[in-house]
């Protein structure tokens, strides 16, 4: 994987992630992506390609690559949980004086 599609990547699944875990918009989808792209990060982490002065040198994201495996499975935590009902929890449902 090249370098660029590899940081491509790392930034849509940060973006993703700050989405549904900190501003909760849009939960199924952005969880949907972030597990799709942490997953593929984990994955390709040990082919990238960076092009210097002509040639090619194949780097390792090493222990990033488990990182990346942890943040794909909390996000598919997130997804299945949000498909079942049980995040993000609406904390209005804790008050005393709550009415659905």
């Known amino acids: 994987m090249w370098a ?3 940081l491509a990547l790392l930034a849509i699944a940060g973006v993703a992630t ?3 875990v900190v501003l909760e918009e849009a939960v199924v989808f952005t969880t949907a992506i972030a597990s799709a792209c ?7 982490g040990g082919t990238i390609e960076v092009v ?3 040639s ?3 780097v390792s994201a090493g222990a990033g690559q488990y990182v990346f495996a942890a943040l794909a499975v909390l996000s598919l935590a997130a997804f299945t949980g949000t498909l079942i009902g049980w995040y993000p929890d609406d904390p209005d449902i804790h008050d005393p004086e709550y009415r659905p």
Do not use: E, H, M, P
């Open 4 to 6: 660029g599609v590899f």
């Open 18 to 20: 700050y989405v549904f």
């Open 38 to 44: 942490w997953a593929l990060l984990a994955v390709s």
């Open 52 to 54: 210097s002065d002509g």
């Open 56 to 58: 090619t040198v194949v």
